[in-house]
Every structure is written in structure tokens, then in C-alpha cells.
């Protein structure tokens, strides 16, 4: 976390300062949704439902779990689901369908090669949400399709809107960004279908979901499992660090050090070279960093555990849609 992202947190932080740029973002966001409202821009549909998991703040809150859960919960169901994703720091001009035998975290992303290997749902990634949505729906035949953070991106039309927050963190000092941790108002939470706060009741979020982390596992042969107890060296690069650290605590890890990266950092060799140990990171950073990880180098698998009215009013929603697209 930045020096700016630590103001966000705090009561009345230097990032005050920003409000006239917060008030000019809040202006723009508006009249952009105004315009999809309208239809003065277009907003389009696919012949399947879409179901967006998203968050109105800025960093880490437990939305690729979620999304694993919700492709578990789908294929349960007897659907067929694909993911669309814009794959941060790659740059892609067309949708790209993730081949993960051939493709990697810096040709597609890290988050959608994680949720490729993870859920083995046809994931397209691409900038363009509405082109990844109709060349996934062409190319694979899904029969309902999930973006994954693309709750500001209007122009995919939606069925079903889950929105996370971090239980913890909360939304800040509930500034739109860059004077707060805000992409939208806190308005924008009363038109969601489920809101979900990460770990710790939040009284915004409807239900408060859980991340089971399980014991660390090997990034060179997943079926051999670190002791609880061993020392670890943590090593991350995603939204929300300090989360991280709490879930190898709670493990019974012994913690020597921390080595926290910029979200969506690009591992190198080097990164790592100078430190000793076995050591520990997110599943997340561990598909950047497998092509040449050591023996003692493990990973935390998480997974997200929904309560169970949660889960009922997703599935109601989702009966609906199904009588709707027939599917």
C-alpha cells in the first residue's frame, strides 16, 4: 500500500487535498452512466445471462475467489460457464481465448491464467469487455457468461451484479478516487443484487462471506504440503497484503519477514534471488512465479465459502434468468 492508498484510510488524510479531482471524477462518472441509462450509448446483450463480480474500491477484496466459487456453483447447476477478464498490464488490441498450455500470466494477465488453470472455464481476455463477451459466447458455447470486475463496464449489459467489499478496510473515508478509494459512490451499492463484505461484517454488505485458506502447498508438486509451523518468508504482490499475512498467522506459520509488491507485480528471478528459506506467497503471484520457483518456494490456496442465504438469493436470481434466456 502507497503512501496515497494509506491516506484513504485514514480520517482526514493529505489525500483531502484531491477532493476537487474527486468531485471532477464523480461529474464524469455520472454523466457516463446517465448516457447508458439513456441509451445515448449503447449498452449490449448477449443471448446468454451475464453475471458481473465486481467492487466499487480500489485494491484487493477477495473477487477472484469468488468467481471460482461462482464457476463451481454454475457448473453444479448443469451450466456451462465462461469468464471474461480484462487482464491487467497486458496489452491486447482483439479477445484472446487462454490456451494454458501455451499462454502465460504476462501474455494474458495473472488473475485470468489463474482463474483458466483454476475453474477449466473457457476464459477470453480482453480490454473490451462487450467483444470478449460475444467472441467467449461464439467460440465456446457457454450458456452463461461471468465478468470478473467489470461492474463499471456499461456496456455489457448485466443479469446479476455481486459486489464485494473488504470488511475491513470498508470503503475509507468514502471519497471518490484519487481523494478517496472509491471508482463509485456508495450509492452504487443499492442497485446491486448481492453485496458481500470480505471476512468481517460490514453494515453496507448484505452477508459476509469467508476465505478458507488451506495449508501451502508446493508450486513445483502441489500434492506436497508445508508443515504448519515452518518459518516462511511471505512474498506478494496483490490488492491487500496485510490480509494475506493474517491468513498465514491464523495457518500457524512463523513469519520471518514480509516482501509486499505492487498489485499485479512482475516477478523476475531476481526479485527473489537474495532471499533464503522456505517461502511463502498467494496463489495468485505463484502461476507469475512457478517457471522458476525452488523446491521451498509454496503457495496459500484460498477459497471462498458464501453463507448460505447468500447463496439461496443467487440462486433464485439465477432460476429467473434461466426461465428468461432458457438455458
Request: overall charge positive; some cysteine.
Amino acid at each position: 500500500m502507497n503512501a496515497l492508498e494509506r491516506s484513504w484510510y485514514q480520517p482526514f488524510g493529505w489525500s483531502w487535498l484531491l477532493l476537487p479531482l474527486s468531485w471532477l471524477f464523480g461529474a464524469l462518472s455520472r454523466l457516463r452512466r446517465w448516457l447508458f441509462r439513456t441509451g445515448l450509448k449503447a449498452s449490449h446483450r448477449l443471448p446468454v445471462p451475464v453475471i458481473v463480480v465486481g467492487n466499487i474500491t480500489v485494491g484487493g477484496t477477495g473477487k477472484t475467489p469468488v468467481t471460482l466459487w461462482l464457476c463451481e456453483f454454475l457448473q453444479a447447476q448443469g451450466l456451462k460457464p465462461g469468464i471474461v477478464s480484462r487482464g491487467y498490464g497486458v496489452k491486447l488490441t482483439a479477445p484472446k481465448l487462454i490456451d494454458v498450455a501455451k499462454d502465460t500470466p504476462a501474455t494474458v494477465g495473472d488473475e485470468p491464467f489463474l482463474l483458466a488453470t483454476r475453474s477449466g472455464c473457457p476464459v477470453v481476455v480482453c480490454p473490451d469487455r462487450v467483444g470478449a463477451a460475444q467472441a467467449l459466447y461464439l467460440a465456446t458455447g457457454c450458456n452463461v457468461i461471468i465478468s470478473d470486475d467489470g461492474l463499471q463496464h456499461y456496456a455489457l449489459s448485466r443479469d446479476l451484479e455481486i459486489i464485494l467489499l473488504d470488511g475491513d478496510r470498508g470503503v475509507g473515508n468514502g471519497l471518490l478516487l484519487p481523494a478517496g478509494p472509491l471508482r463509485e459512490g456508495i450509492w452504487r451499492l443499492k442497485g446491486a443484487d448481492v453485496v458481500l463484505s470480505n471476512t468481517t461484517p460490514h453494515p453496507l454488505a448484505h452477508w459476509t462471506f469467508a476465505l478458507q485458506a488451506e495449508p501451502a502447498r508446493s508450486l513445483l508438486n502441489q500434492h506436497f504440503e508445508l508443515a504448519v509451523g515452518s518459518p516462511v518468508t511471505l512474498v506478494s504482490g496483490i490488492g491487500n497484503p496485510q490480509r494475506f499475512s493474517r491468513s498465514a498467522a491464523h495457518l500457524g506459520y512463523a513469519v520471518q519477514s514480509s516482501h509486499f509488491f505492487a498489485d499485479h507485480y512482475a516477478f523476475t528471478v531476481e526479485d527473489l534471488a537474495n532471499l533464503s528459506g522456505s517461502i511463502l506467497m498467494t496463489e495468485k503471484d505463484a502461476v507469475k512465479c512457478r517457471p522458476f520457483a525452488k523446491p521451498d518456494w509454496f503457495y496459500l490456496p484460498v477459497t471462498a465459502q458464501l453463507p448460505q442465504p447468500a447463496i439461496d438469493a443467487i440462486a433464485e436470481k439465477l432460476q429467473q434468468l434461466r426461465s428468461r434466456y432458457g438455458v
